[in-house]
């Protein structure tokens, strides 16, 4: 049961006599959140009238905001909440209390609940006012170039880049681009998996031959000490020969094959399935499909497959391949985002591999959606340089940074140069809100397991770094307006 409360609150209530500082970032927060979005959204995941009350929306957006922003473990949100007010302040609460607000493994429900599709809803709702600031900004910075002069030619398509006659409809910039967010797990290698799949599937069986015991059937035959002691004999080599590569995958192989015969056996002899637990029964589900996947490897003589499972414990994890010189391969979920004065807009978030190029078009009908016009200019990298996007963009006028195709004149080339060149600082941004939510938001290593509270995690950080962002902005004009007073005031009394 749920039920929904205002988001009006009284003043918190501090012992001693202490009052909250207005100052505060979390009181300051707690001003510009869209709690109303949020409840509304929240609300939806509770049917019917009866069972035990809930907690609101705001403490479970709240809490999650909180351990973003931090980047600490459920466990330690929950203390840090118990003890700060001015988070109680932020979490709803409308008098302070030193008990714990709730148990620290409701954080994975509140991830449940608070879904990426949710968080796009509230992201819109929080920002897109302060975009469309930025777009009207940017579009006051070009009409002024314009009557000075100084603007810039396009080299996409031979007509001025801040020219509107040509289409009124296009405004501002936006910027494209995507990237890997990282999960925790062990690097995949084809013997490590193989070796912990042999393993699952020993528990298994001990598992069934504990209920078949009483009929006095014989325990199967697992070899698990020598396989074990091939295993060591091959993780302790610090480098392999592809011959010993593969003699050691086939060696496990076996291994599991014969578990996995052994496990049959056991069903056919009346061993129910239901005495393993869920995780485990999931797990052994992953390991027959892996087992599959590393067969047929081995037999093609290949390293890769369709949906490659990498991790057993988490079976949705993907490798994506980026092309760093660190990490020429990533093993998390990718994101592509939009990004619109300064503000992240996620456009579309899994763990499948997929070129950010084909999402050119739905970004651009996006920015129309929320802002009523398309962009006047699109920067992204040379994968968005397509030929179908290239022709869309034409179609709606909209400049994409990409060099023009065919001959050219050295006039022409040198000032396709530059224009490169100043679109090129500009998309800077988006790396730097990248190294952001990676080094000071957790996305560089996404602590969750399960599939959707992965997602939701990955959205709450690009949402704190937005909120940030607009939180330093509203303190900037605050400072302004302080000082064009003081200047006032100094004026009047000189």
């Known amino acids: 049961m749920y039920r929904r409360k205002t988001v009006e609150q009284l003043k918190l209530e501090m012992p001693f006599g202490v009052q909250l500082d207005t100052n505060n970032r979390w009181v300051k ?3 510009i959140m869209p709690w109303e979005k949020i409840e509304e959204g929240y609300g939806k995941n509770f049917k019917g009238e009866k069972g035990q009350v809930a907690k609101s929306g705001r403490l479970a957006f709240a809490a999650l905001y909180i351990q973003g922003k931090l980047t600490i473990t459920d466990e330690e949100t929950v203390a840090q909440i118990q003890e700060n007010p001015s988070m109680q302040f932020f979490c709803g609460f409308e008098e302070y209390s030193p008990e714990q607000p709730f148990d620290a493994s409701l954080m994975v429900h509140f991830r ?3 879904t990426a599709e949710m968080m796009k809803e509230i992201t819109e709702e929080a920002f897109v006012a302060e975009a469309r600031k930025a777009i009207e900004k940017e579009e006051k910075g070009s009409d002024k170039s314009d009557k000075t002069g100084n603007d810039e030619k396009d080299t996409n398509g031979g007509t001025d880049d801040n020219n509107d006659t040509k289409d009124p409809e296009v405004k501002g910039t936006l910027l494209l681009d995507a990237s890997c967010c990282p999960s925790d797990i062990h690097y995949p290698t084809d013997v490590h998996l193989l070796n912990h799949a042999r393993e699952i599937t020993e528990e298994v069986i001990d598992k ?3 209920w078949l015991l009483r009929y006095g059937y014989v325990k199967p035959r697992t070899y698990r000490e020598t396989a074990r002691r091939a295993y060591l004999s091959y993780a302790k080599k610090r480098k ?10 086939r060696a496990q192989l076996q291994y599991v094959r014969r578990n996995l015969d052994s496990i049959a056996e056991q069903i056919e002899c009346g061993a129910p399935l239901s005495l393993l637990d869920n995780d485990l029964y999931g797990k052994l589900l992953v390991v027959t499909e892996l087992y599959r996947q590393q067969k047929q490897m081995y037999d093609d003589k290949t390293h890769s497959i369709e949906d490659r499972i990498v991790s057993i414990s988490q079976p949705h994890i993907r490798p994506i391949v980026r092309g760093k010189t660190n990490a020429p391969v990533e093993f998390g979920a990718k994101v592509a985002t939009a990004h619109v004065g300064g503000f992240t807009f996620i456009i579309n978030l899994g763990y499948d591999n997929f070129s950010e190029s084909q999402y050119l078009e739905a970004s651009a009908e996006e920015y129309k959606r929320i802002f009523g016009f398309y962009p006047k200019k699109i920067i992204g990298d040379r994968a968005y340089a397509t030929n179908d996007n290239r022709k869309y963009c034409e179609s709606k006028h909209i400049r994409l940074s990409a060099p023009k195709r065919g001959r050219k004149s050295e006039e022409v080339k040198e000032e396709e140069r530059k224009q490169l060149y100043r679109d090129g600082c500009i998309r800077n941004a988006v790396e730097s809100d990248y190294g952001v939510v990676k080094r000071k938001y957790g996305l560089d290593l996404v602590m969750t397991k399960l599939y959707e509270t992965t997602l939701t995690a990955i959205s709450f950080g690009f949402f704190v770094k937005n909120m940030e962002r607009l939180l330093r902005l509203l303190v900037l004009l605050f400072v302004i ?8 005031r100094g004026l009047k009394f000189a």
Not at 240 to 249: A, C, G, I, N, Y
Request: aromatic residues 4%.
């Open 29 to 31: 927060l707690a001003e």
């Open 112 to 114: 449940k609940r608070i």
């Open 240 to 249: 392999h020969t592809k011959k010993e590569v593969r003699f050691s995958v």
């Open 208 to 210: 069934l031959h504990e």
């Open 481 to 488: 307006k302080m000082v064009i007073n003081g200047s006032v």
